[in-house]
């Protein structure tokens, strides 16, 4: 019999054993513990601050649009502009949608859709149309730009205008 009343050496070694896969464990459960704790502060940063980011992007498509909205209800820059020398596209003259104007934005846009995003300095994209079609030398035109489908991030933006001797509203979305 050997000491402290242990039979044999498979015994001892059998306890030794035991006690290695016991701290094997709980290191496993240390690590577990704090990958988790990571994964669940990872988590909550993110949810507090999403909502703020994309109320911000909101806010600065709302700005856009509507800097956006007020140059395109403006008589633009130069007053007789061209697709060769615009600076600023307005489709207004005399508080009045000038119809030549609106047909070279039209063209415009259709050449150089890039282009008329540069022009109004804006990453997002644009749609604009009247609420009713516009009559342009191609037959009757819905609107001016890309249309939206199901954006999920659309703003609207109304003005109030004169199209053909009639009061309209004009209608400018900008989105994502």
Not at 3 to 15: A, H, L, P, S
Not at 19 to 37: N, S, Y
Request: glycine share 6%; no cysteine.
């Amino acid at each position: 019999m050997l000491e402290n009343g242990i039979e044999d050496k498979q015994t001892i070694f059998d306890m030794e054993k035991k006690r290695k896969r016991a701290q094997a464990w709980g290191i496993d459960l240390a690590v577990a513990l704090i990958i988790f704790t990571v994964g669940i502060l990872i988590f909550f940063f993110y949810t507090v601050n999403r909502p703020a980011e994309a109320r911000e992007n909101l806010d600065y498509m709302f700005y856009d649009g509507n800097l956006i909205a007020d140059s395109l209800m403006s008589e633009g820059s130069p007053l007789d502009w061209d697709s060769s020398n615009v600076v600023t596209v307005g489709i207004l003259s005399e508080n009045k949608i000038n119809e030549t104007k609106l047909e070279q934005f039209y063209n415009l846009s259709i050449q150089d859709y890039s282009r008329t995003k540069q022009l109004f300095n804006t990453r997002f994209d644009y749609y604009f149309f009247l609420s009713g079609n516009m009559s342009l030398y191609v037959g009757e035109v819905e609107g001016i730009g890309y249309s939206p489908l199901n954006e999920n991030n659309l703003v609207k933006i109304t003005r109030f205008t004169i199209y053909k001797d009639k009061p309209t509203t004009a209608y400018f979305y900008i989105w994502e």
